[in-house]
């Protein structure tokens, strides 16, 4: 028993020693003592010797009030010769920081000046990382959590490695810059010029709103992204935008290094207002009316020569705008979005028109942003796309598969083509039989010919003939399908609604669809319930209107009563529900459907 | 005069001595008597009893669990008002100070580890410390009150715990507190009053903060601290810790260590202490003296705690994320360890899991002493006639831990099942 409670004692002892030895013995005295050292053999006069001899270490720090949020910064506990020029070559953190005229220092009566003192600036105002640590880890932000490490220095250890190693580097300090040099040709932040100027020509701003730059709905508002995003992310992200979010449709644009490097130090000052902003140029900036002119329309504007035709113009346009990095026009293609190659022939002015105002009122759930461009720009672009009117040449059912199918439904006919997970609804699985068996041939023919309204498919019926079509469809059949027509028992199914349409009608609708289908199609009736992310294909869009409207009440019924072969519908005949309860829920999704027709 | 200078000459020589002698009354006892004038005349000491059964002392018997309990109590006290001095419970201050005791304030790492660790141990302790008391069948008449108060303090102990997650103000906190807060959502009737008065506030926010550090600093503990004093004092009211009916002449003093004098003049407890509840007397054969041999045991306790506290303080940081923000929730928002059982059960069903199940639980606990009022088995370990009753609670333990377990390790995003291997 003695033995045991001098064993814990002990322990004890020693644990509140090493605890003691650990809190007292600092890095940063040490660092301090050998900056003693080095500046006592370097020093000249006597007087100067005598200051540092003199002198113990103690903590230095810097208390920053005139910058937003008081700043606390100890930084110059272990660099502590910061600002002695006789400590120009040694090693850090002993280092003199550099001097520079360009950042507005001068150098007058034999010594340096500084613009930007550090007791007026501290440290972590421009490096980022934690002013308060007194331990290099800490200072310098390598803790995970840490949501500011010292920028272009600190790799933190979750960052993945091929990202970090783009990561370093003093340019990216000029995403801090502007936290007070706001003025976009500031000469001091080239990269972030040319970074906020990708924003515009690589299309970012037809999604993203950044406050007073630009107002896309589509994908998160980056305003304050440099407050809430590290590089890793902002990186991580443009190289692979489903690498962190699965389900994003942000397309993977194709950048040089050199560009997403620009464009994640433009991103990574995105911190809401700026320190040269007062509250009321902020307040004026959010309740302005009008809409800012994207910088990208006077960039274009400056960049295309004067042409003749509206359609020359067009052309330049589509090209300033950057559309085809997303787009396909004949050999240039941004292989995110589908093919302009023959859009005279496949659309017509009106449409074109209607889609760059509002792509969603034509495909309502495509992801194309309204761009909100001038119209003359908008008809100039769309007297372009229409001079593309020369129908492809002729070729066998297989490479016409190759050329204007695969795009979308994949070479192998798989519904995974290269633009395929930016469109909604998806392509169509072309290779699973049990769907392509079971529905009739003119189904089939008619989307092609006609496409199918709502969704990407276009027509074809211009730019091919019957009988290519008819070609494709039979090349589809043997070699992707590969399995007959299946000859299925007659079904009964009523041509027309049975049910008149009344409001009563669409109650009943409701509640039963309340009761069966959200688990799928979603409470709001969109497509989007919580299984849907685990069904392919997606559960269809009911408040797709275009589609809606296109498809009979026929194949409604149908495919509630009887099922969707090969999708996840089930038959819900199977489930008691009778021709008149599946009236009652046609009529509620025509009901939400009203405009448009 | 020289007899006056005298005498006040004696009171200057002897004041040292006379100083000593009025805080500690007793000399180092080395008689029985002494002992027991020790035990009972020290305010600290006399919550003890003079005379202590072996059995008590018997380290396979108590395995210390209450002990520890109490002194991790201790430690989070002392530790936790000196982190008050430099915590501030506001949104936007809180997470900067726990950055400040992380890398600025003197021994602010080891303060903050403690407690963190030291909390997470209680809840440990504590329920580990009812198992005992079950297992032993510790909660039989007279002894039922105490098991309630024990309960009590079981639950005080987690709302404790709860509370204190929530300060650092960092994504864990928030996210667990936002989880946890909504299980007590689901509770009927009262479940959404409930959480708002909790949170003051439809979310977890500022008034939030506020709520849960007042009851983190001051409520509870207050109330724990009175728990406390009365499962103490019912435990010697009820006769000191639980025995077998009749004294077996266990072998124990071997293992207890204890120091055993033989008595040179018998005398009465019943002299010294009376009271209705007092049944030492009877047992003297198979008891010791409290003074040397639980007061050793005692501290070896204390310092086992405090070290084992500290050298795991020293090797592992308690845990701080981002500061938080409400439009990231991580995937998966986790409740702290200790209700991911409960979380596990709510995913299942929102109220069976997280109110109807623990309700039921809690209140068979509660009845348990009532219902259950044999005296067979009282006092040793998995006693063969309490063979049933053991082995449900064991079934209940065992549930509780496999939940547990999944809800921490087996859960990943979208509470999805993961292997951690």
Redesign the interface.
Known sequence: MRLALAVVSLLVMIGSGVVVYDQFHSRWEDNQRAYFHQALEQAKTPAERASLEGRQPKIEQTIVTAFGETRIDRCQSCHIAVDDPRLTSAKQPLKTHPYSAAMGDVFRNGRWERRHKFSDFGCTLCHDGQGRGLDAADAHGEDPFWPSPMIGYTIQDRWSKETAGHLRGADFIQAKCVQCHADKDFAGTPLVKRGRELFFKTGCFGCHRIEGLSSGTIGPDLTEVGNERKLDYLWGHIVDPRAYTATSVMPQFKLSDDDKKALVIFLKSRRGASMSESSVDQFRMQTSTTNPVPESVAVVAAAITKASTPAARGEQLIQGYACLSCHKVADHDGGISPDLSYEGIIRDQPWLIDHFNNPRSRVPDSNMPAFGLPESDFADMAAYLMTRTAPPPAMTPAETFKTLCARCHGEKGDGKGINAIYIDPAPRDLTKAEFMTTKPETRFLTSIDQGVPGTSMPPWDKVLTDEQIKGVFDYISKNIVREPQKQLKPRKVPEQNPVPMSAESAQRGQAIFTQRCIGCHGRKADGRGPNSLDISPRPRNLRNSAFIHNTPDRRLTESILYGVEGTAMPSWMDYGLTQSDVGDIVNYIRSLNTTGK | MSDEVNSKWKNVMNFPTNVVKSIFRNPLPSSDRGRAATSFTNFFLHIQPVRVSRQALRPTYTMGLGLISFFLFVILTVTGVLLMFYYVPSTTQAYGRM??L???V??GV?LRNMHRWAAHAMVATVFLHMCRVFFTGSYKPPREFNWLIGVALFLLTLLSSFTGYLLPW??LAFWAITVGTSIAGYAPLVGKELKFILLGDATVGQEALLRFYVLHVVVLPLVLTLFVAVHFWRIRKDGGLAKPEEAEGVPVLAA??AAVEQPSRRFSIQGLVRGPFVKIGNLEEDTVFSWPNLL??E??VL??T??GV??VS?LFNAP????V?VMHPPNPAKAPWYFLGLQEQVSYSAFWGGIGIPGIELLLLVLLPYFDRGKEGVGSWFARQRILANSLFLVFVIANVILIVIGTFFRGANWQFVSPF
Do not use: T, W
């Open positions: 950055l400040d992380r890398s600025s003197a021994f080891i960092d994504q207890a260590g050793i045991a501290l070896f310092l086992l405090i070290a500290m050298i020293f701080l994320e981002q500061p923000n």
